[in-house]
Nanobody, 118 residues
Framework: QLQASGGGLVQAGGSLRLSCAAS????????MGWFRQGPGKERLFVAH????????YYADSVKGRFTISRDNAKNTMYLQMNSLKPEDTAVYYC?????????????WGKGTQVTVSS
């Protein structure tokens, strides 16, 4: 019901755009988000978008570099990642729910790997 794609290997300073295609019961959700999990680390919040209002929220570590957006006609959410750093290396997950934060997400997609080389 959530399918993330667009990950890959990129050099530091480069860009990637992740996509998350939504289907099925996720349509009842008003908030979508991106989370990431580095090797041996917990899954952390990256960005949220409130679908009804367009409000966006970002983790401090990605503010000014990442942009979350959505295309309602395509039922797809995006994460544009610029000025990538090695510490951005992680598996990125898209999620949907009705409350902000990790515990507000009801649906999770399989992750897509992002690797940033120095």
């Amino acid at each position: 019901q959530l399918q993330a794609s667009g990950g890959g290997l990129v050099q530091a300073g480069g860009s990637l755009r992740l996509s998350c295609a939504a289907s099925g019961r996720t349509f009842s959700s008003n908030i979508m988000g991106w989370f990431r999990q580095g090797p041996g680390k917990e899954r952390l919040f990256v960005a949220h978008i409130v679908l009804s209002a367009g409000n966006t929220y970002y983790a401090d570590s990605v503010k000014g570099r990442f942009t979350i957006s959505r295309d309602n006609a395509k039922n797809t959410m995006y994460l544009q990642m610029n000025s990538l750093k090695p510490e951005d290396t992680a598996v990125y997950y898209c999620a949907a729910g009705n409350r902000l934060g990790f515990y507000g997400m009801d649906y999770w997609g399989k992750g897509t790997q992002v690797t940033v080389s120095s």
